[in-house]
């Protein structure tokens, strides 16, 4: 029997395309690893807890956390829980008072890529008004975002991080 009319192709040539498809899968790979495929994947979301942000008293809500958060990522961000301290974690965004680019959705808060949101949302706990409490937002794509905020006696017109002068 004589094999020689079946002939492949050459062991170099199939050495060529191996390496060839392994460099190809390799340079996916990091990218979607060092997220420069991020506009084809939909963008990151980049969060800031606006130093505006704080906690006041509210006679007929209690503590309330007056929240302003900044997107400057170029994905939406889908908040899913926000811890106050050690004593409040907020699961649920249903009865949020969003302002601005942000949209409660049951239980996630969605703030718009590059949008600026103003979000109120009820406390459970008691805070010490001229307290500094840490913040920490955190979203479906697993960001944690950390930041501060101070406690007000009350709320007043002026959104600053001091503390306010007594109940109203």
Request: glycine content about 14%; overall charge neutral.
């Amino acid at each position: 029997m004589r094999f020689g009319l079946r002939r492949g192709i050459s062991p170099v040539i199939a050495t060529v395309i191996i390496v060839a498809v392994a460099l190809v899968l390799a340079v996916a790979v990091v990218g979607w690893i060092m997220g420069l495929w991020g506009s084809v994947t939909g963008g990151q979301e980049q969060l800031k807890i606006m130093p505006t942000s704080y906690i006041y008293f509210d006679e007929t809500r209690g503590w309330v956390l007056h929240l302003e958060i900044q997107n400057t990522g170029s994905g939406d961000a889908a908040i899913m829980q926000i811890e106050v301290g050690s004593a409040d974690v907020i699961t649920d965004f249903s009865s949020a008072t969003p302002q601005g680019d942000c949209i409660p959705s049951g239980n996630m808060l969605i703030v718009k890529a590059g949008g600026f949101c103003k979000v109120e949302l009820m406390l459970g706990a008691q805070y010490t008004p001229g307290a500094t409490y840490h913040v920490k937002i955190y979203t479906k794509s697993g960001g944690v975002y950390p930041g501060d905020v101070v406690a007000k006696a009350s709320s007043g017109s002026s959104s600053s991080s001091s503390s306010g002068t007594g109940l109203s």
